[in-house]
């Protein structure tokens, strides 16, 4: 079981940034992939943006985020950013970052954070 915490979530305006970082009690070279995932009120989770350690493929983004959002990993840190840029207030949820140790022809996100609150007021 990975543990992972997350922290930078808050409140900005409109066309503001924050970076996310999730923090995990293993290496992160080792896990499979990694990737932030959202959930807004009243909405199901979402696929926010992810990192296929294992294909070693490009970072995958959700079509509402590409261009604005950047996820990236620090290995020597044992860390997974997602840096936020261009905030909108549909980007208000609550964002959790996941670590998958499994694959099947797909990542398999099977552990998870607390989640780091981010809200954007227009």
């Known amino acids: 079981q990975v543990h992972l915490v997350e922290s930078g979530g808050g409140s900005v305006q409109s066309g503001g940034s924050l970076r996310l970082s999730c923090a995990a009690s293993?290496?992160?070279?080792?896990?499979?992939?990694m990737g932030w995932f959202r959930q807004a009120p009243g909405k199901e989770r979402e696929e926010v943006a992810f990192?296929?350690?294992?294909?070693?493929?490009?970072?995958r983004y959700a079509d509402s985020v590409k261009g604005r959002f950047t996820i990236s990993q620090d290995n020597a840190k044992n860390t997974l950013y997602l840096q936020m840029n261009s905030l909108k207030p549909d980007d208000t949820a609550m964002y959790y970052c996941?670590?998958?140790?499994?694959?099947?022809?797909?990542?398999?996100?099977?552990?998870w954070g607390q989640g780091t609150q981010v809200t954007v007021s227009a």
């Open positions: 990192i296929d350690n294992y294909s070693r493929s490009s970072p």
């Open positions: 996941a670590a998958a140790d499994e694959y099947h022809e797909q990542c398999i996100f099977n552990n």
């Open positions: 293993e290496y992160t070279y080792s896990l499979l992939c």
